[in-house]
């Protein structure tokens, strides 16, 4: 059915746009074409904030950056609730906030996390480093207030906060609010916080009428975190030999229906649920009774649905070991402990109250525990390509709760989950060329990438590199990649294959390798992706970058070109 762009309309579509559209939405029932037309008319009235060149004085600001959508959500609630109440509200990404623009605000309120060791959320890097640099602006007329979210099992809590609160003061801005620290149980600091910048925005910012609020631009998904969509899993393949080391998954799930719609990298939230045998380990440490029924915050259900479905068993967190603390010297002395980061990393509370001899109630643990939360999975599919379906590529833990679960799910089984948009990993145009640089599962993102690039025809070209342990065992869909480079859907493929010899030989070494390449496609445009692990990966490939970009224009200045590619939106990284 062909796309009818009608004459009076204020949208002046050229040629090229509206083929695109055409395709994109080729295939479409009658179900889509209604969604996509109340999609468009409201985004029709919706201005994008960030358009403004500035700012309105009455106006509050709230930005958020966000990792995996924890700060995001709070700034959200907080920018809805302010504007439910008809005061002047605009929620921005931090990506999305220029140095320029937050000079000329008046109050703004930041809700930021600090990853692993120290670092920002991947959209706020540009926005702390230019804060950080001497091209910072002065911020005089600014009234600000910071809640940070961390999480306190690792030694720099809120790092990137603290950083963020002592920086702007440095600058000139005031403080209105003290800085705020969340740790893994965000509401018991976010919501007293979000009712005192509430509070105070009320006193700064003058009412509104309802039709001069600046909206937010809030999608209307079929699916959301708080209302998840059930929908069936068709397809559960192991895709790693079973003498690999690594039990990875491909599965396939089926959205005919369901209106969920996702874009080549966006995250899957998949709510799990405990592996029974995880659950009947903690019972028999605790010493409590799974069908002892527990009532709590005006909810009743046995002690074993709550440990199944509601609560946090398989991560233990330094909030639930300082509980213990409480009533266990044992567990004091654990908490005290140097090596308490790594600790929490690999111990289950079921160990914990093992190791310590140590007994809880249902009461305890339903009241202790934190509420189980979802896990993000990078979608690895086109909806271009593979329709009304969403694929996951998932390395299983035997210790985790949703690698596991999934893992586990047999075809037919029923599986909880919603769209993560993640707008700072999406596509750039089809003309640009592609570094996707993505070891292990990180590569999933990027099968997503080829084939919308495929069923797209974009122009651009697309390098990928791979990374595993063993060329045999674990080359992630080899098939798959062999045929996009017979087909040019892939114009260089580059792999590595850390045990398969005596010297061990990661991505890195292969991006120093191809450095005059990388460099010369970076010249043309090309824009890198990476995707993985945040701990060791990530800073490994930054640091070959570097070294491969210094290499290759034989000048040290390989800091401020990564920069420039950041701020340009041409070195983009999805991880965790």
């Known amino acids: 059915m062909p796309v009818v762009i009608p004459a009076q309309t204020e949208f002046a579509l050229g040629a090229a746009r509206s083929e695109a559209l055409a395709r994109l939405t080729d295939g479409l029932d009658a179900r889509g074409f209604a969604w996509l037309a109340g999609y468009f008319a409201a985004r029709a009235e919706l201005p994008d904030p960030a358009s403004s060149p500035t ?34 509200v605009r929620h921005l990404h931090a990506g999305d906030l220029k140095l320029k623009q937050l000079a000329n605000e008046r109050l703004v309120y930041f809700v930021i996390s600090t990853q692993g060791d120290g670092d920002p959320p991947e959209e706020a890097r540009g926005l702390i480093d230019g804060l950080l640099s001497a091209r910072a602006p002065k911020l005089d007329g600014l009234r600000f207030a910071v809640l940070a979210l961390g999480d306190s099992s690792y030694p720099k809590f809120c790092a990137i906060g603290r950083v963020l609160d002592t920086r702007l003061s440095e600058l000139g801005a005031e403080r209105v609010l003290p800085l705020a620290e969340a740790d893994v149980d965000i509401e018991r600091v976010a919501a007293p916080w979000r009712d005192a910048a509430l509070a105070r ?9 309802a039709n001069n609020v600046t909206p937010l631009r809030p999608r209307v998904p079929a699916a959301t975190r708080d209302a998840p969509r059930a929908i069936a899993l068709v397809e559960n393949q192991r895709i790693t030999l079973r003498s690999a080391r690594k039990d990875v998954h491909h599965l396939v799930l089926d959205l005919d229906g369901t209106g969920i719609v996702y874009q080549p990298g966006d995250s899957l939230g998949v709510w799990p649920v405990n592996p029974a045998t995880h659950v ?11 069908d002892a029924l527990v009532e709590y915050q005006g909810r009743s259900q046995t002690l074993r649905e709550w440990l199944s479905h509601e609560r946090e068993i398989t991560r233990l967190a330094k909030p639930v070991v300082a509980a213990l603390a409480q009533r266990s ?11 308490l980061p790594a600790r929490l990393r690999t111990t289950q509370l079921a160990e914990l109250l093992a190791e310590l001899d140590e007994r809880v109630t249902a ?3 339903v009241a202790h525990l934190l509420p189980l939360t979802p896990r993000l999975y990078s979608i690895s599919s086109s909806a271009l390509a593979v329709g009304n379906e969403v694929h996951l590529t998932v390395a299983v833990d035997s210790r985790g709760a949703a690698s596991r679960y999934l893992a586990e799910s047999t075809d037919g089984a029923l599986v909880r989950v ?17 570094i996707m640089i993505g070891p292990g599962t990180g590569v999933a993102p990027f099968r997503a990438f080829v084939q919308e690039r495929a069923e797209r025809g974009a122009r ?35 792999v590595a294959f850390s045990r398969d010899q005596a010297q061990r030989v990661y991505v890195q070494q292969r991006i120093w390798e191809r450095a005059q390449d990388i460099y010369a496609w970076l010249e043309s445009g090309a824009a890198v992706y990476v995707c993985g692990d945040a701990t060791r990966m990530a800073p490994d490939v930054d640091r070959a970058l570097r070294s491969a970009i210094e290499l290759a224009r034989g000048q040290g200045d390989a800091d401020d070109y990564l920069a420039g590619l950041v701020e340009a939106g041409r070195y983009r990284r999805d991880v965790y």
């Open 280 to 290: 009947q380990a903690l019972l028999a440490a605790s010493g409590a009774n799974g």
């Open 460 to 494: 651009g070209r697309n390098w990928l590199f791979f990374g595993e342990q063993h060329f045999a065992s674990q080359f992630l869909y080899q098939a798959e990649w062999l045929d996009a480079l017979k087909r040019g859907h892939l114009s260089r493929l580059d």
């Open 363 to 365: 009461d305890w643990l």
């Open 418 to 434: 919603y769209v993560d948009s993640n707008p700072r990993f999406h596509l750039p145009d089809d003309a640009t060329d592609l």
């Open 201 to 209: 925005a009320k006193a700064d910012v003058p009412p509104s009428p």
């Open 55 to 88: 700012a309105e004085t009455s106006t509050l600001l709230v930005v958020s950056g966000s990792q995996t959508g924890n700060a995001r959500r709070v700034a959200e609630k907080l920018a809805n609730d302010t504007q439910r109440q008809g005061y002047a």
């Open 329 to 339: 010297a044992g567990a004091e002395s654990w908490l005290a402990a140097a090596d």
